[in-house]
């Protein structure tokens, strides 16, 4: 296994981490609305099968970039805090390494 698909493992699992803790975190809040924890906890579950998951399927790569991106974007359009600039590092590590190691796995193909 190479260090960049590590890299993409581990910083996916911590993000799962990240959104299952701030959904707990919410959760005790008096005020937190119910849907944005499932959400959370939605978006939780997914970074976490992603990071373990990395199939060479076409439409697997495409949902990978889509879901990261997408976190990104929500990320940077919503109001900055704490953790959203965990989360924002995190998915540009993530997107990155993803990105390479799927370069460096095209070229082990053709050698």
């Not at 953790?83 to 995190?90: F, G, K, N, P």
């Amino acid at each position: 296994m190479n260090t960049a698909k590590n890299i993409y493992s581990t910083t996916m699992i911590i993000q799962a981490i990240v959104w299952i803790f701030l959904s707990i975190f919410y959760f005790l809040e008096r005020d937190s609305n119910t849907i944005i924890i499932i959400l959370m906890v939605l978006n939780g579950i997914c970074f976490f099968g992603l990071g373990l998951l990395t199939g060479e399927k076409l439409l697997f790569k495409i949902t990978i970039y889509v879901f990261i991106s997408i976190n990104l974007i929500l990320t940077v359009t919503d109001q900055m805090g704490f953790y959203d600039y965990i989360v924002l590092v995190l998915n540009v590590i993530a997107l990155t390494s993803f990105f390479i190691y799927q370069k460096i796995f095209k070229l082990k193909q053709i050698s």
